[in-house]
């Protein structure tokens, strides 16, 4: 099940939207991170839907401490209910999937505070490349000295698991959307993968390389139901050279990108 369908799909789908309170976020993120000192520390998860990250931190991170920015209103409202504590902005930011009618280039909001941790698992893996540079040098900028800004990415060529499944990220993400469509070509959209540094897969069907999609001259339609971007570590690191890339853990398919204020 695609997260984006459990939103904005039928009522049978959306009831199963709990299921992206995902309490294995905390644990990722901690080890990334190499165990940080969590307590007293602000924490903006971005993108954070309804805030499994809190609720798997087992009170690590006090919900007080904790702000969670997201362009879906309704899991801002989903997540407040659970933690009234806690801090929840819509972030009322157009997003092709998430948001469709949503504000095109809206600016983060000014939350006030300063962040020690910024974390944001799996958000850019669902916005065009520029709006990726542009958030992350926002959200940059909104660090507290000695803070840090971890946000994860998908390696379309790298193989997760290999000891039981022998595919590509690519691959596998394209063995799920033909559950949807069983005449995909996968064969043909890996081989046209094949050396690309980034790529964008548009509705599980269509594959942009080294490209977003035809977003701008409006070839492709402004709204859609799933968008999934894939980034090479090698191309990451060219995009953020000041930051530390470090590989999956926890069995998870996400590389994480790490970039740190002085303190
Ligand atoms: C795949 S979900 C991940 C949710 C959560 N981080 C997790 O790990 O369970 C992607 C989330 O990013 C949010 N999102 C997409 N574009 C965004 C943007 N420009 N700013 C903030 N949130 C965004 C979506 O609404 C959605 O909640």
Redesign the pocket.
Known sequence: ME?VHLWRGSAEQRALRSR???LS?FAYFNRQLDYPDWSGQAVL?????IG??LRGSNRAIRPEDYYC????QE?MTEGRSSFPQAHWIH?N?Y?CS??PEGVKDLPIPDMGIEFGMIL????F???TRE?MKE?VEQLQARLAPGGALAFTFIDPHYTTWPETYQGNNLKWRLERARQLNPNLDIDGLLEQSRGAAWCALVDGTELFVNGNGEWNNKAVAQTCITYNVFYTVEFLQREFPLATIRPPVNGEMHHCCIIRRQG
């Open positions: 997260e992206l309170g995902n976020r998860d971005f993108g954070g839907n499994g990250l920015a997201d362009v879906l899991a972030f930011r997003n998430f948001n944001a698992y799996s958000v893996t669902h916005t709006e958030l």
